[in-house]
């Protein structure tokens, strides 16, 4: 029932078992490790007071909780980790610290590893019009769905997550509420969900004063494993989406008036995440899955019908031209705590592109809420990501959220792909994921074969004295080239054949399933793996001997702000651009564009604080901030009535 979570099951009962491939958990986060130049306080000190409500759910692309609302960064924000999450986005609770490494306290027996503690917040009054005195019969509530596990490593029973409450008054953290650890499938088979959500409310009168604050902690242990090709530090995972702190609720309705995305959607092809441009137009429409689809939630339990417009658009970010998109949104109702998947009518849709080489498109899908009030979140309503088509075939994300192994002598491993047109192989990608002590820098060979029916067949090309390398950057693959090029047809394999018992840990990817693309040998005959996943293994074809990465998305350090959107013509739109990062204001050396969905410019101004939104038809447009040096910083729709 959950294909996903089996492997923890696999993994420790193959330890001393011959012949077999493994799965197992990552050492560190490779981006965290990446990052630990770029963390510099761990208690934000000066933040200012926050007031009600207060709502995150992490839906933003960013590594670390936002400064302005949290004041750790211990935790790690991503989209891959949970499994079925409330909304797009969680936070992820384990041994390992900011910068990627273990907690030197964690052992074999749980202790306090990751906080995520909140600014101060101001819990003795509401700000309005005429502030007012909050008390405990306010019904002030918090709530937070939580998921033990996901795609990671179940907590044992005494890894659990506790919550606290600080009481500005006594100086004083108090321990409210915890939960035992426990396996995915047992937590279901307990609560009938894969995301619990908890209500708790506050009742002492200790709390409701100025500076009141809470926080998540989990408790963590590592298991004393000697096998150090296998030896890991992501243990114990719990994952803690939409936390929501306000008045005037009830630990029994927790209704929240908020429509969002709930998964990532990453490729608009039929069976790659990524391929060459010469290979996809060799044939495109045979590449092309036009029945990719996305789901939202409304999460407002009711009794109010929600009128929503769809939004969806390809952009060719070669010429910034639009190759799809809707100039009219389509609208529907949406009734409460109910669960849609948006399916957009691609007809015959096929990337097109004046691009010679390369190309790059950036696909968004976007909800807008016609029904007042506006939604408590609105980061959670876009959902982008961009489909890229450079010199490498990809099966995988980017992003390993465990490492696959064979565990004998002699192993080998074959990963299958299937070419639309002859092409030169070049060079192989792989990523490995680093364990403890580089245990895994064993020598293997590099292997490619031929096929047979959908098997592996001849052996084409190997190459010796190779072993695992990384490189200390974001998710970097290493590029293996070979000595010779090979002109490849159709269907072939890439892999490896081992030298050694130790696991060489290749990235595996959880959420792309390319079970029957690899394949694995350790007795003499070809097997499918029986993980579901995709191996983070990546072939370089055409004339060049290193992956093309220069087209990149947008920085998600900046946040544009725009309002009012929908925006009536002949009125003034407000844009607030900030840095993320250190929440200051960017005002100079940047200019906005406007155009339509087809690309043709409308206005070019100066970035400031308002645009007058002048003599405009009904429609979408397009608003765009580039630095006057000629660097795309952000974009946003926008919708004029």
Known sequence: MYKYVIFAFLLFL????????????????????????????????????????????????????????????????????????????????????????????????????????TNPIRLDSVFGSIPLALQPSDSVVLSFWIQPQGLGNAPEEEDSLLLQFFSPSLNLWKNIWAHQGMPLDSFVVEYGVEFLQISIPVVDSIFFHSGFRFRFINKASIPNNTIPSWRSGLYDHWHLDYVYLDRNRSVVNTSVNDIAFTTPIGSLLNSYTSMPWNQYKANPTASTNVNASIKFVNLDLGPTVKNLNQYFSIQNLFDKSFTFANPFPATFNMNPNTTVTYSPNYGNYTFQSAASQYADFEVMFRLLSNTPPPDLIRTNDTMRFYQRFYNYYSYDDGTPEAGYGLSN?????????????????????????????????????????????????????????????????????????????????????????????????????????????????????????????????????????????????????????????????????????????????????????????????????????????????????????????????????????
């Open 14 to 117: 193959s330890f001393n078992m011959i012949g077999q491939e493994l799965l197992n958990h990552l050492t560190t986060y490779p981006e965290l490790k990446a990052n630990k130049t770029k963390v510099v306080n761990k208690e934000s000190k000066a933040a200012s007071l926050l007031s009600l409500p207060f709502a995150d759910d992490f839906s933003y692309n960013l590594l670390y909780p936002k400064k302005e609302l949290w004041s750790d960064r211990y935790v790690y924000v991503n989209k891959s980790f949970s499994i079925n999450p409330p909304t797009i986005g969680v936070v992820s609770f384990d041994a390992v610290n900011d910068t990627g490494g273990v907690y030197p306290t964690i052992s074999q027996y749980a202790y306090f590893a990751d906080t995520l503690t």
């Open 409 to 641: 002598n002699g192993a080998r491993l074959a990963y299958q792909f299937t070419l639309n047109q002859g092409d030169s192989l070049q060079a192989i990608q792989f990523y490995f994921n680093q364990t403890v002590g580089n245990a895994n820098q064993q020598y293997f060979y590099l292997t490619i074969w031929d096929d047979n029916n959908g098997q592996p067949n001849n052996v084409i090309y190997e190459q010796s004295g190779v072993r695992p390398q990384f490189e200390d950057q974001l998710f970097k693959y290493y590029t293996y080239e070979l000595t010779t090029p090979i002109y490849l047809t159709g269907t072939f394999y890439v892999g490896w054949r081992q030298t050694t018992n130790d696991n060489l840990n290749i990235g595996f990817d959880f959420n792309n399933d390319r079970a029957e693309s690899i394949f694995y040998n350790t007795g003499g005959s070809w097997v499918n793996t029986n993980f579901h996943g995709a191996l983070m293994i990546r072939p370089i074809l055409g004339n060049e001997k290193e992956a093309y990465l220069e087209i990149k998305p947008i920085d998600e350090s900046v946040s544009l702000k725009i309002y009012p959107n929908p925006v009536t013509s002949g009125s003034t739109l407000f844009i607030q651009l900030e840095q993320i990062e250190n929440g200051l204001s960017q005002a100079t050396d940047y200019k906005i564009i406007l155009s339509d969905i087809s690309g043709r410019v409308i206005k070019t101004a100066k970035l400031s604080n308002s645009l007058e939104i002048n003599d405009l038809n009904s429609g979408m447009y397009i608003l765009s901030v580039w630095k006057n040096s000629g660097t795309l910083v952000k974009r946003s729709k926008i919708v004029v009535q």
